[in-house]
Nanobody, 120 residues
Framework: QVRLLESGGGLVQAGGSLRLSCIAS????????MGWYRQAPGNQRELVAS???????NYIDSVKGRYTISRDNAKNTVYLQMNNLKPEDTAVYYC??????????????WGQGSQVTVSS
């Protein structure tokens, strides 16, 4: 069984920083792309940032220059460093990973969600 376990998050004032971590564990053959999504109340879940196995990253425009996604392939871990946080960044953040359980079996997995609250 594969599990994604998130840590980090919390309450911070505008302009502050937080770091999210997400580690994949279990019967993993290979971890492919990893990413972070967020969902604010009343909004759809949106992809915030993603990173490939090779380290290629993508961000939504609203976080470019403020957020940095990175990964440690040896530890099956993805991070999201969030700087200069704004109240509109408030949301539940979810990590996501496409994981090969074998050569031919691939599933997408989700973390449990981490609340990030930015006060003005």
């Amino acid at each position: 069984q594969v599990r994604l376990l998130e840590s980090g998050g919390g309450l911070v004032q505008a302009g502050g920083s937080l770091r999210l971590s997400c580690i994949a564990s279990g019967s993993i053959f290979r971890v492919n792309a990893m990413g972070w999504y967020r969902q604010a109340p009343g909004n759809q879940r949106e992809l915030v940032a993603s990173v490939t196995v090779g380290g290629t990253t993508n961000y939504i425009d609203s976080v470019k220059g403020r957020y940095t996604i990175s990964r440690d392939n040896a530890k099956n871990t993805v991070y999201l460093q969030m700087n200069n946080l704004k109240p509109e960044d408030t949301a539940v953040y979810y990590c996501n990973a496409d994981i090969n359980l074998s050569w031919y079996v691939v599933h997408a997995y989700w973390g449990q969600g981490s609340q990030v609250t930015v006060s003005s």
